[in-house]
T-cell receptor, first 112, second 114 residues
């Protein structure tokens, strides 16, 4: 069983839709929860970062963490074509440095 | 541009050849990481440097792989006797450390072994 499970998609939605991206993890040692966005042929860029259960909002993006069920979500409101990318769920644990374990990523396409 | 830079961006080589990639981290970052990403997968950790010291290596890093960060600034990743299975995107990331652990990624080096 992988430590981090993420549906690879692809997920196609019309412009303006609310997008829900999800991830589950099995390692209770994960303390930090991040979402990275990766455009085609580019490196990942950090989108959201949280270290506690609950919601964190940043503009059109909301990250949600439920440590009791080991479930991580990213919501995108009013999705735009520029949101078309692969979204990587990335929980992390500490141990001298931040040890990040990436999910496989969900490919999102927002259709104008 | 003050982000993480990687060179070359693309590399095509024949099986059995050696290749070397370079990563220049963000200047004040003392932690540096190498990851490998294959098609349809997330990045997988390869190795980690704190300044010039290589403190952790993944089991993915076989004996054919070697990484250095000689002066605690830029880093190189060398693959000897490349195999077709080495074809992947090699990503470098850096973080400041000292409580600020967010990892910032470079654009990657895409390797194709023929």
């Amino acid at each position: 069983q992988k430590e981090v499970e993420q549906d690879p998609g692809p997920l196609s939605v019309p412009e303006g839709a609310i997008v829900s991206l999800n991830c589950t993890y099995s390692n209770s040692a994960f303390q930090y929860f991040m979402w990275y966005r990766q455009y085609s042929r580019k490196g990942p860029e950090l989108l959201m970062y949280t270290y506690s259960s609950g919601n964190k909002e940043d503009g059109r993006f909301t990250a949600q963490v439920d440590k009791s069920s080991k479930y991580i979500s990213l919501f995108i409101r009013d999705s735009q074509p520029s949101d078309s990318a692969t979204y990587l769920c990335a929980p992390a644990r500490t141990g001298g440095y931040q040890k990040v374990t990436f999910g496989t990523g969900t490919k999102l396409q927002v259709i104008p | 541009d003050t982000g993480v830079s990687q060179n070359p961006r693309h590399k095509i080589t024949k099986r059995g050849q050696n290749v070397t990639f370079r990563c220049d981290p963000i200047s004040e970052h003392n932690r540096l990481y190498w990851y490998r990403q294959t098609l349809g997968q997330g990045p997988e950790f390869l190795t980690y440097f704190q300044n010039e010291a290589q403190l952790e290596k993944s089991r993915l890093l076989s004996d054919r792989f070697s990484a250095e960060r000689p002066k605690g600034s830029f880093s190189t990743l060398e693959i000897q006797r490349t195999e077709q299975g080495d074809s992947a995107m090699y990503l470098c990331a850096s973080s400041q450390g000292q409580g600020e652990e967010t990892q910032y990624f470079g654009p990657g080096t895409r390797l194709l072994v023929l």
